[in-house]
């Protein structure tokens, strides 16, 4: 539909720029009143952009702010000197409104924010300029065929008024409009003027009756953007308490300034510390300003935080504020200030989307891929990554959409002036080009390949291998025998890995050995996605803790069986005596082993031996009829993968690692001519397929929904609809509660733990750090599950009968499509979910959640 703009001259009242308001202020009884102006607000946003600019600098970085970015911050509510704004504020203090103006209307145009953006382009500003305003809440408003100058905008003479305005804030700043010169630096603007406009709505300048000029740094300081201080000169030794190996050092030395790197090495050479150090060497000499560490799943990058945690205590300097924010994982959210978007309910107050603005940061890619894509303040996103280490760990194990958007990220990071490091055990040749964007030869084993921006070719570097091994490979079919052997093994006090594929196999692979195993006096644990953080936690330090250093005084003690999904081949430091896999692609399957005899010095039961026993199917049967023989792995993985990958492990007793890693990932991923089915399966791996009622996008289609998704000309995703992976769509957050009820002034919730927490239905009646520590403790009782499996949805309205709205996001009113995406469970005694006031928790299947399984999928001709 167009929409057809009217030149009319306006009879409605004008407001002068000087006396527009441009927020509310709730007083100390409760009362909302009118709030700062709107010129107040732009020089405080204005300011603010400025501080950041002069503290967020190193070598490179400066040159993504030209001259004029805090005046476009200043100028981002120019928007708000429009009649329909003014009436809503109005309308929100009890005051009379202008005749003629109806706030209702402001969702038909993206609100104040699309104001701003029609503004900049009637005054002419640089191209991106207008954009930039307009997306200043995270997404483009829907200005196609509206002016400035409309009879709804207040016509010419409020036209005017903007017009003062924002002369005098380029007076105030003494800036102009900046010419912006790449796509890069638009979107880091973009983010600059979100991030200045949360932290000047903050808590400091919410009385209009208090001075601002005074509180500018103060603010910025609680936001937690403080320059780091380092410990200078420190060697690899000091800082990680041994000499580094060769290929550490080969690698560090080529990590001189911005670019991309890639060390591809075998498991356990340790990629980590080779990172870590090279980002520490490019913070100390000022070409970066922070690290972010980005790892495939949550549960990994937990794990990592340790470590990560452990190397920051080691080279901040003495007298870096940032010590005491790294406590705890939390710290941030509890002690960090942001403003509007950044406080609990709040779209950003989680501590997943806010690592990406700390200086340091340990989480998933899924929230750096966002930066690249068409998404709700994916700028923001690009803002935060701009000028650090982005150490971008297990990039193998991305499918083909997920590549697509990696590979722009890796694209967008040069242009923003970051060190990006990438690790991978199991890379082959066509995956590398497409990640670097450039071209590469050698095929050597290890391999480092350096490509700084000062650059225009790569360089490869082989690398010596002195530490080698082999694994004893056996494939078998009989699930019964391998059971009875994995207990078998551990009865002899054996620790004992067993990988799935899925997290509802890995659960009844969990339920067949428990039983079993507590008669056998052996120890039994499952670890995956689907906990809570707080029970996640407490399986990571009890399992993850002792099959690795931590737990080799109580090895001997007792034989294990720890169960899980591929959480556990990436990114954990663990070592099996003996393990046992689901089938896999060659690469997954080869990080599996880089868990199995992964130290030298660990001790052992003296009958284990570095042996792998896969559970396959016959290979005639599987290139006949995949979906069938390798059962849900084949829809986890490609079947025409599977088949291939098969091939090559039929004919291996044993792997040894490293030599024959490029070997067996080269037979498995290089192209060739098929014939019979398996030239359907590469068909479908390419074109896609269908079964039953599900379709599997392919190859092709899953490259071009990724491009899509990387268009900045369309419409802009909610967060919640924004899918980084497109096989995995564990975006869904349940709250689990034992209970939950409510008064007339507070909500009570019950925690799984027993404990209960309050929530004042008002939020004036807590203070903002009342709110971030109960908030926080509420974010550790959610699981992520897909989609099909969440529970049913209850309307926004009934959250906030609950004060729910105080602690999560549920949306927002001038955003055009309800982004909610929290649902709530409660758990009864024995396990089983059920909804609020009982209501049916799932159309289709029971749900259950115990602290051993974690959250559980049955359907009901299962029971």
């Not at 060769?246 to 060390?263: D, K």
């Not at 005639?620 to 059962?631: D, H, L, N, S, Y």
């Not at 060739?672 to 399966?681: A, I, K, P």
Request: glycine letters at 8%; one cysteine or more.
């Amino acid at each position: 539909m167009i929409r057809l703009s009217i030149q009319k001259q306006t009879t409605m009242k004008v407001v002068g720029y000087e006396d527009c308001p441009a927020k509310t202020f709730v007083d100390d009884n409760g009362n909302v009143t009118l709030g700062r102006t709107v010129l107040n607000h732009c020089q405080i946003v204005g300011a603010v952009a400025r501080e950041l600019i002069i503290r967020m600098g190193n070598k490179h970085h400066q040159s993504l702010f030209p001259e004029g970015a805090a005046f476009v911050a200043a100028s981002h509510d120019i928007g708000k000197v429009s009649p329909t704004f003014y009436n809503k504020i109005m309308r929100a203090c009890g005051q009379d409104l202008i005749k003629g103006a109806n706030p209702d209307l402001e969702k038909e145009w993206g609100g104040h924010a699309g104001v701003s953006q029609l503004v900049a382009k009637y005054l002419g500003t640089p191209e991106q300029v207008p954009e930039i305003l307009g997306q200043h809440h995270g997404f483009s408003p829907g200005v196609s065929g509206l002016r400035a100058t409309d009879e709804n905008f207040g016509g010419m003479e409020w036209q005017t008024e903007r017009e003062k305005l924002v002369n005098a804030l380029q007076k105030t700043l003494g800036e102009c409009w900046p010419l912006v010169e790449s796509v890069a630096q638009s979107r880091v603007l973009a983010g600059l003027t979100s991030v200045a406009d949360w932290i000047g709505s903050g808590q400091f300048f919410e009385d209009p009756r208090l001075p601002w000029q005074d509180k500018i740094q103060q603010a910025v300081d609680d936001a937690g953007f403080i320059p780091p201080t380092y410990r200078k000169g420190m060697n690899f030794k000091a800082v990680f308490g041994f000499e580094p190996r060769i290929a550490q050092t080969l690698f560090i030395e080529q990590v001189s300034a911005p670019g991309v790197y890639v060390l591809e090495a075998p498991m356990g050479l340790g990629k980590t510390e080779a990172a870590l150090y090279a980002a520490y060497q490019m913070l100390q000499s000022g070409q970066a300003s922070g690290i972010y560490f980005a790892l495939p799943t949550q549960l990994t990058s937990n794990k990592m935080y340790e470590r990560f945690q452990h190397f920051l205590g080691k080279v901040l300097g003495d007298d870096c504020t940032h010590r005491s924010l790294l406590l705890h994982t939390d710290a941030w959210l509890l002690k960090t200030e942001m403003g509007e978007e950044g406080r609990p309910g709040g779209a950003w107050f989680n501590h997943s989307k806010r690592g990406l603005l700390a200086p340091f940061a340990v989480g998933t890619i899924d929230q750096a891929l966002m930066a690249v894509m068409n998404v709700k303040h994916g700028f923001v996103r690009a803002f935060g990554l701009a000028g650090k280490v982005i150490i971008l760990d297990e990039v193998h194990t991305y499918d083909a959409y997920t590549g697509t958007l990696l590979d722009a990220l890796v694209k967008l990071l040069r242009e923003l002036q970051c060190t990006v490091i990438i690790l991978s055990a199991t890379l082959n040749q066509e995956r590398r080009q497409q990640l670097l964007g450039r071209p590469t030869e050698a095929m050597d084993y290890p391999l480092i390949i350096a490509s700084p921006n000062t650059r225009k070719t790569v360089q490869e570097i082989s690398l010596p291998m002195h530490e080698k091994r082999q694994v004893q490979v056996s494939l078998h079919t009989d699930e019964r025998t391998v059971l009875e052997q994995a207990l078998l093994r551990a009865e002899q006090g054996q620790q004992v890995l067993w990988i799935e594929n899925t997290v509802k196999e890995a659960q009844l692979r969990y339920l067949d050995l428990a039983a079993r195993a507590a008669e056998l006096g052996i120890g039994c644990g499952l670890l995956h996605s689907r906990f809570t953080v707080d029970d996640r936690q407490c399986i990571e330090d009890y399992w993850v803790n002792l099959y690795g250093k931590g737990g080799w005084e109580q090895r001997r003690l007792q034989g294990r069986i720890l169960v899980g999904t591929q959480v556990l081949e990436q990114s954990l430091d663990i070592d099996a005596d003996f393990m046992v896999s689901r089938f896999a692609p060659t690469d997954m399957l080869l990080q599996r082993l880089g868990r199995l005899w992964r130290h030298a010095e660990t001790p052992r039961c003296k009958h284990a031996r570095p042996e792998v026993w896969l559970l396959v199917p016959e290979l005639e049967e599987a290139i006949e009829v995949p979906q069938k023989t390798f059962g849900p792995s084949a829809f986890v993985y490609s079947p025409y993968v599977l088949c291939r990958s098969l091939e090559v492990w039929q004919s291996h007793k044993t792997i040894n690692l490293p030599d024959d890693i490029r070997h067996v990932i080269e037979c498995t991923y290089a192209s060739r001519v098929e014939q019979g089915q398996m030239e359907r399966w590469r068909y479908e791996l390419e074109h896609g397929s269908r079964l039953g009622n599900q379709q599997r996008k392919g190859r092709i289609a899953l490259q071009q929904l990724a491009k899509v998704g990387l268009s900045q000309g369309g419409k802009t995703l909610p967060e919640s609809k924004a899918q980084t992976r497109f096989s995995e769509t564990d975006s869904y957050e349940v709250l689990m509660l034992r209970d939950i009820s409510q008064n007339n002034s507070n909500a009570t919730l019950t925690l799984l733990s027993g404990e209960q927490v309050e929530l004042p239905l008002r939020r004036n009646k807590l203070s903002k750090a009342a709110w971030r520590q109960r908030t926080a403790l509420l974010m550790r009782q959610i699981v992520n599950v897909p989609a099909g499996d969440m529970p049913a949805a209850v309307s926004n309205d009934t959250l906030k009968r609950f004060g729910l709205q105080n602690c999560f996001f549920l949306g927002r009113d001038d955003w055009p499509e309800d982004e909610s995406v929290l649902r709530v469970a409660l758990v009864d005694e024995t396990g089983n979910l059920r909804g609020i006031g009982n209501a049916a928790i799932h159309h289709k299947y029971k749900l259950e959640y115990r602290d051993d399984l974690g959250y559980r999928v049955i359907k009901y001709q299962e029971l």
